[in-house]
């Protein structure tokens, strides 16, 4: 069974510790732990964000203008060509200075 360390976060007090940690801890316990996989590695900058509004570029026909909470003061408009994007959708946001993976900038 896979279970997320965020997922366990909001059921357990576990800020303090380690995914690492947690799985020496629960093996210590007598339960198996398989293995800890780290699935953001090298990624840094990048948030989920909440489609507010969404529309077509004025000027661009494969082009969509956006207003996207990204959890800061203000939302931030992004100009994207995604086709299925839409309002209300959770989505991937680079936010400036990302680094993704492959240290792609």
Known sequence: M???????????????VTAQELADKITKS??????VEVLNKGVKGVVV??????????????????LIDIGEEEPVQIICGAANI?????????KVGAVLPGNFK
């Open 30 to 35: 007598g339960i198996e732990v398989e293995g």
């Open 86 to 94: 839409a309002k209300g959708l959770k989505v991937p946001v680079a």
């Open 49 to 66: 964000g909440h489609v507010l509004e969404c529309e077509k570029h004025p000027e661009a026909d494969k082009l969509n203008k956006c």
């Open 2 to 16: 896979f279970v997320s360390y965020r997922w366990l976060q909001e059921y357990v007090d576990i800020k303090d």
